[in-house]
């Protein structure tokens, strides 16, 4: 079978099912795992390089409003690439190629490659994509199999903290304007042993006034924005330090969104792992790198005062 896959967590989830030699195109996104890199390449974002927090939300809103795609798809090397599956996602305006463009341009393929839609709001519909995936590729026991191992992992990490008290967690999606994370964030949080004081599970992240974060008692502050690695988030967390230390929160810790809560895909296990150790230190161990060259995975505690940032 001959896979193109549009969504990097359907990238990621068709490897871990042991599917990447049938992967024949992905998009501009999906780096993990490094094999990814080297597979024709089939999107391109039109949002600039270099642009801050509160320009990208800015670009991102006139261009949804205006009706304009903010990726491009190169309908033509996807031809090319002579697809048997296309998995996409159709749950994120802002993450992927449209949903609907992609069907039609499936409809002009020979073959009339079958279209797959990834739109998982919970960490419950994140597992369950997984056997959709290995449904469709004809890999179902590969897929059960992954499951099983992800349900072991949760659970242990669920023991770990059963016993320990929970801390009230602020999760941050974005800065400017502040995003409250939602979808399967939440669920994480609470699996790792803590409260999420604002997220709602299986709902969308929603924007919030700084004002309404500063309001509640919180002990632990994630700064995850979308889509970033540890890297850039504690870029974003030292700009805007003023305005998260205002919070009074005992802790501010920037994660790998990227890798590990942003993409509904099989990492967002190893998230948990390493929200509980964040949450929970002495009940919880820092997970392992799945690789020697991700040793970027884990999370980084800053200090922040209100004198920064703005």
Same mark, same amino acid.
């Given at each position: ?19 990447? *030699?049938? /992967? =024949? #195109? +992905? ?9 990814a890199r080297s597979?024709?390449? %089939? &999107?391109r ?8 927090a ?45 949903? *609907?463009? /992609? =069907? #039609? +341009? ?14 998982? %709001? &919970? ?7 997984l ?10 026991a590969?897929?059960?199999?992954l ?29 400017d ?28 992240s ?65 998230g ?22 991700d ?6 505690v800053l ?6 940032g703005?």
């Amino acid at each position: 079978m001959r896979i193109a896959s549009l969504v990097p967590s359907a990238t990621e989830a068709l490897f871990a099912l042991g599917l990447g *030699d049938q /992967v =024949v #195109a +992905v998009t501009h996104e999906c780096d993990w795992p490094a094999e990814a890199r080297s597979i024709p390449q %089939l &999107t391109r974002t039109v949002i600039p390089d270099g642009l801050s927090a509160a320009e990208i939300d800015r670009v991102v809103r006139d261009t949804v409003a205006a009706g304009h795609p903010l990726y491009e798809l190169d309908a033509e090397r996807l031809g090319e690439q002579r697809p048997d599956l296309i998995v996409t996602q159709a749950v994120c305006e802002v993450c992927a190629v449209s949903f *609907d463009d /992609v =069907v #039609a +341009v499936a409809a002009t393929l020979p073959g009339k490659p079958r279209v797959l839609s990834l739109d998982p %709001l &919970t960490f419950d519909d994140v597992l369950a994509d997984l056997g959709r995936v290995g449904d469709a590729a004809g890999v179902k026991a590969a897929a059960r199999l992954l499951r099983d191992q992800a349900a072991i992992r949760l659970n242990a990490v669920k023991a770990a903290v059963a016993e320990a008290g929970r801390p009230r967690v602020l999760a941050l999606e974005w800065l400017d304007p502040p995003f409250v994370a939602g979808h399967w964030v939440p669920e994480m949080i609470e699996l790792a042993g803590g409260i999420d004081v604002f997220g709602e599970p299986g709902e969308r992240s929603r924007t919030a006034e700084w004002a309404e974060l500063e309001s509640h008692s919180i002990d632990v502050v994630l700064v995850m924005p979308c889509g970033y690695d540890t890297e850039r988030s504690a870029e974003e967390a030292h700009t805007y330090a003023g305005r998260i230390a205002a919070i009074g929160a005992e802790r501010v810790v920037v994660v790998n969104a990227s890798a590990y809560f942003s993409r509904p895909g099989p990492r967002l296990v190893t998230g948990v792992e390493l929200l509980g150790h964040v949450l929970h230190p002495d009940h919880v161990p820092t997970p392992a790198p799945t690789i020697a060259a991700d040793e970027r995975m884990h999370a980084e505690v800053l200090t922040v005062s209100a004198g920064g940032g703005t």
